[in-house]
């Protein structure tokens, strides 16, 4: 038998098992107790399960379907009921997957593992949903400083608003309030960006990670061009937050391509980049990124938005970030062409519209660098699609979660054409549209 890989699980996780069969008990608790970071409970019975979880709070409660008295689905729906926080798996036998579904739908459980399990197939599973338990904590706690930083900025803000109404033998004292708050606010911009980039990336529902990625070919781009260090920081940083101004746009428009808008959605789409100047304008430390955000939508030829502006009357920065964000944009579906193109087709596109839509410098360094952006784009693409839109063989990205907060289909699911079907008689029995998450290769 090979040897199991290894797991990083947090410290200090607590499991709970359940199972009426000792010797499962005790293979389960040697499998998970192997790197001595799990702090594993075990009971024959649901009664002492829920004896114990009323006195000992767990993260994770792994319990068998078929028990006397109570069975392992009933007991993890009124562990759902009262320790909603705490995650469920329910182990059955193959002859019973059809049960464990539809105690996965009606009692809220993660998921479910068959028996025999996989011992690496378990580890995994329980290495993953750990772990998105420290990103949901991490996730609630870079909130929360998010909200606090929201709150200081307010503040500085209506500060500078009242400084401004000042009288003028105050002018002394306003100048030394004004030199502090700018100070706090140039570190709280520095701070703050990732945060925005993060805000961006969840509004772009239909292209996940289109900024990072962004930001990643703009570095490639920047650095070939030999620009200087804060210049490729400039750059960076205004790619990351660059369609900070589709916050406004409704998700319905923000998936369509151009030629599909109508003219009031259209107009509404060309406004973005000035809205993103707009939300940035207000701290001076980020004003070059926000002219930046404005003008990448600009053309070469003078024939972009919002200011038709030509040559090297764009900021170059926006010239760099306006090559990377088509390019990238050309490979996801509902493009400003279209329908979605393969690498080549994109690269002979920005190559092409040298000279037009694209300064003719850096589409040469984007040729240099391209075997290198390549290797970004080997990395899965997450985008969202609509039901319609999908075809066999797509991979789920994420778990495909229905209406009512319940898990339809696991992360990783190879999509049939039978899958898709009966999600289409889903849409149709309960009158709603899903948003399936799927890997872009």
Aim: charge should be negative; hydrophobic fraction near 40%; include cysteine.
């Amino acid at each position: 038998m090979s040897e199991l890989a290894a797991f990083d699980f947090d410290s200090g996780a607590t499991v709970l098992l359940v199972d009426d069969e000792p010797m499962v008990l005790s293979s389960l608790r040697r499998l998970l107790e192997d790197d001595g970071s799990l702090q594993v409970y075990t009971v024959e019975s649901a009664i002492e399960a829920l004896t114990l979880l009323e006195e000992q709070s767990v993260d994770l409660i792994i319990s068998d379907m078929k028990m006397p008295g109570m069975d392992g689905a009933t007991f993890l729906t009124q562990a759902a009921e009262r320790w909603p926080d705490t995650d469920r798996v329910l182990l059955t036998g193959y002859s019973d997957v059809s049960s464990a579904i539809q105690a996965i739908n009606e009692g809220k459980i993660s998921q479910y593992l068959s028996k025999p399990w996989d011992d690496e197939d378990l580890l995994e599973r329980v290495n993953t949903i750990l772990s998105n338990r420290n990103l949901k904590r991490d996730n609630e706690r870079l909130m929360a400083i998010r909200d606090a930083q929201n709150q200081k900025l307010q503040e500085l803000t209506e500060k500078q608003e009242q400084i401004i109404r000042s009288r003028t033998e105050e002018l002394q004292q306003t100048a030394d309030q004004l030199d502090m708050a700018y100070e706090e606010l140039k570190e709280s911009y520095f701070q703050c960006v990732p945060l925005l980039a993060a805000l961006v990336d969840l509004n772009e529902k239909a292209k996940k990670g289109h900024a990072k990625r962004v930001a990643e070919i703009s570095d490639l781009i920047s650095a070939q061009m030999d620009l200087s260090v804060s210049d490729q920081r400039l750059i960076h940083v205004s790619a990351l937050v660059h369609d900070i101004g589709k916050i406004g746009l409704d998700q319905a428009t923000q998936r369509k391509s151009i030629a599909d808008m109508t003219r009031g959605e259209l107009l509404l789409y060309k406004q973005h980049p000035l809205l993103g100047e707009s939300a940035l304008m207000a701290f001076e430390p980020i004003q070059q990124a926000a002219h930046i955000v404005r003008s990448h939508h600009e053309r070469y030829d003078g024939g972009g938005f919002p200011d038709k502006i030509t040559g090297e009357a764009i900021p170059l920065g926006a010239r760099v970030v306006a090559v990377a964000n088509d390019y990238d944009n050309l490979l996801l579906p509902n493009n400003f062409t279209g329908a979605a193109m393969s690498d080549q087709e994109a690269y002979n596109y920005i190559v092409k519209e040298s000279g037009k839509r694209y300064d003719p410098e850096v589409v040469t360094a984007f040729d240099y660098v391209y075997d290198k952006i390549l290797e970004i784009h080997a990395k899965n693409m997450q985008i969202t699609l609509p039901v319609s839109k999908l075809n066999p063989g797509m991979v789920l990205s994420g778990d495909l979660i229905n209406h009512h907060g319940i898990v339809m289909l696991v992360s990783g699911r190879t999509l049939t054409e039978s899958l898709i079907d009966k999600l289409k008689q889903f849409e149709v029995a309960f009158d709603t549209k899903l948003q399936v998450p799927v890997v872009c290769h």
